[in-house]
C-alpha cells in the first residue's frame, strides 16, 4: 500500500489564518485521493505556526480526523505535548514531529527523550529534514526511543539519496514506515519498496503523484510524471518554494489559497507572472 501525503499549504491573508480556504483546499486534496494530510510540515509553514493555530486547523477538518497527521514538533516540549494529547483525543491518525532545531550540537539523548515522550501519547512519525532543522535523525536514535516504551511508527526522510531511507528499513524492519520527502524522488522510492511520500508537490499536482508513484504503471509513464514533478517542483524553488506553492496551486488547479506568511513573502506580480508562463509550458490539469 502507497501512501500519498500531502504536507498541506496554510493559507494567510494580512497574516491570519484563512481557515475557510484551509478547509477547501483540504477537501479537494481528499477528493483527488491524496491518503493522508499532513498539517504543519515545511511546505505548511509548520515553524511559524502557533499552537493554537495548528489546533484550529485540526478542528477545522474534524470530520476527517482519521485522514491527519498534526506536526506537534516544537522548542516548547510542553506545548508539543499539548498537541500530542489534542491529537490523540481527536483521534488524529497519528502525530508527526521534527526534531528539536535551531540549536547547534543538540545532544542524542535529549532528541530520544524528545521522541519518547511525544510517541508515548499517540504514533508518531519522525520528521527528519536535516537541511531544516540542522539535526539527523538515525535509525539508531528510533531504536533507542521505541526501546526506550515510545512508538515511532515511521519516518518522513527528506535527504536526496534514497540510500538513507531505505537504511531506516533496513535497521528497523520491514513493518517500519519510511515515506520519501523530495518530490525528485517519489517514483523511485516506491518502486524501492518504500511506504509513500510526503511531496509538496502533491499540493498542486495530486493527479501526478499518484501516476508517479503507482507501481501497476509500466515505468516509463510513472517516470513520465515523476519528471513534470521535478520541473514544476524546481520552477517552484526558482522562485521561491514556501512562496511559489500558492501560486503554484492557483494556477494549476485554479483555486485561491491565499498567501504565506511573512517573513516568507508572497511573490510579486512580474515573479507570479513568469511563474505562470512557466508552469503552463510544463503542465496544464486536464
Ligand atoms: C513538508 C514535507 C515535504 C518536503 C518536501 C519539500 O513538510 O513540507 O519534504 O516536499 O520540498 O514533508
Same mark, same amino acid.
Given at each position: 500500500?502507497?501512501?500519498?501525503?500531502?504536507?498541506?499549504?496554510?493559507?494567510?491573508?494580512?497574516?491570519?489564518?484563512?481557515?475557510?480556504?484551509?478547509?477547501?483546499?483540504?477537501?479537494?486534496?481528499?477528493?483527488?485521493?491524496?491518503?493522508?494530510?499532513?498539517?504543519?510540515?515545511?511546505?505548511?509553514?509548520?515553524?511559524?505556526?502557533?499552537?493554537?493555530?495548528?489546533?484550529?486547523?485540526?478542528?477545522?477538518?474534524?470530520?476527517?480526523?482519521?485522514?491527519?497527521?498534526?506536526?506537534?514538533?516544537?522548542?516548547?516540549?510542553?506545548?508539543?505535548?499539548?498537541?500530542?494529547?489534542?491529537?490523540?483525543?481527536?483521534?488524529?491518525?497519528?502525530?508527526?514531529?521534527?526534531? !528539536?532545531?535551531?540549536? !547547534?550540537?543538540?545532544?542524542?539523548?535529549?532528541?530520544?527523550?524528545?521522541?519518547?515522550?511525544?510517541?508515548?501519547?499517540?504514533?508518531?512519525?519522525?520528521?527528519?529534514?536535516?537541511?531544516?532543522?540542522?539535526?539527523?535523525?538515525?535509525?539508531?536514535?528510533?531504536?533507542?526511543?521505541?526501546?526506550?516504551?515510545?512508538?515511532?511508527?515511521?519516518?518522513?526522510?527528506?535527504? !536526496?539519496?534514497?540510500?538513507?531511507?531505505?537504511?531506516?528499513?533496513?535497521?528497523?524492519?520491514?513493518?517500519?514506515?519510511?515515506?520519501?520527502?523530495?518530490?525528485?524522488?517519489?517514483?523511485?522510492?516506491?518502486?524501492?519498496?518504500?511506504?509513500?511520500?510526503?511531496? /509538496?508537490?502533491?499540493?498542486?499536482?495530486?493527479?501526478?503523484?499518484?501516476?508517479?508513484?503507482?507501481?501497476?504503471?509500466?515505468?516509463?509513464?510513472?517516470?513520465?510524471?515523476?519528471?513534470?514533478?521535478?520541473?514544476?517542483?524546481?520552477?517552484?524553488?526558482?522562485?521561491?518554494?514556501?512562496?511559489?506553492?500558492?501560486?503554484?496551486?492557483?494556477?494549476?488547479?485554479?483555486?485561491?489559497?491565499?498567501?504565506?506568511?511573512?517573513?516568507?513573502?508572497?511573490? /510579486?506580480?512580474?515573479?507570479?507572472?513568469?511563474?505562470?508562463?512557466?508552469?503552463?509550458?510544463?503542465?496544464?490539469?486536464?
Amino acid at each position: 500500500m502507497t501512501h500519498r501525503i500531502v504536507p498541506v499549504i496554510s493559507p494567510f491573508g494580512a497574516n491570519t489564518l484563512d481557515l475557510e480556504k484551509f478547509r477547501r483546499h483540504a477537501h479537494a486534496l481528499l477528493e483527488d485521493k491524496m491518503d493522508f494530510l499532513f498539517i504543519a510540515g515545511t511546505t505548511g509553514l509548520g515553524p511559524s505556526l502557533t499552537s493554537e493555530e495548528k489546533l484550529l486547523m485540526t478542528n477545522e477538518l474534524k470530520e476527517v480526523s482519521s485522514k491527519l497527521i498534526l506536526q506537534v514538533g516544537s522548542l516548547n516540549l510542553e506545548e508539543s505535548v499539548r498537541l500530542a494529547e489534542h491529537a490523540k483525543s481527536s483521534r488524529l491518525h497519528a502525530i508527526a514531529a521534527y526534531p !528539536p532545531y535551531f540549536f !547547534p550540537r543538540m545532544q542524542d539523548d535529549w532528541v530520544v527523550k524528545y521522541f519518547t515522550t511525544l510517541s508515548k501519547i499517540h504514533p508518531l512519525i519522525a520528521y527528519n529534514y536535516p537541511l531544516a532543522t540542522g539535526y539527523e535523525i538515525s535509525p539508531g536514535i528510533i531504536k533507542k526511543v521505541n526501546q526506550g516504551g515510545g512508538n515511532v511508527i515511521g519516518v518522513k526522510d527528506t535527504l !536526496p539519496e534514497l540510500a538513507h531511507m531505505l537504511s531506516f528499513k533496513y535497521e528497523l524492519g520491514n513493518d517500519f514506515l519510511v515515506y520519501s520527502g523530495p518530490d525528485t524522488v517519489v517514483t523511485s522510492a516506491t518502486r524501492s519498496g518504500l511506504d509513500g511520500s510526503v511531496a /509538496g508537490s502533491a499540493n498542486y499536482v495530486p493527479e501526478l503523484l499518484i501516476k508517479a508513484t503507482n507501481i501497476d504503471l509500466p515505468l516509463s509513464e510513472a517516470l513520465a510524471a515523476q519528471k513534470t514533478i521535478a520541473t514544476l517542483a524546481g520552477l517552484s524553488r526558482k522562485y521561491g518554494q514556501w512562496a511559489a506553492n500558492y501560486n503554484l496551486v492557483k494556477i494549476i488547479r485554479g483555486y485561491d489559497v491565499g498567501i504565506p506568511r511573512e517573513p516568507i513573502f508572497a511573490l /510579486g506580480k512580474e515573479a507570479e507572472e513568469k511563474l505562470t508562463t512557466e508552469a503552463r509550458a510544463v503542465y496544464t490539469r486536464q
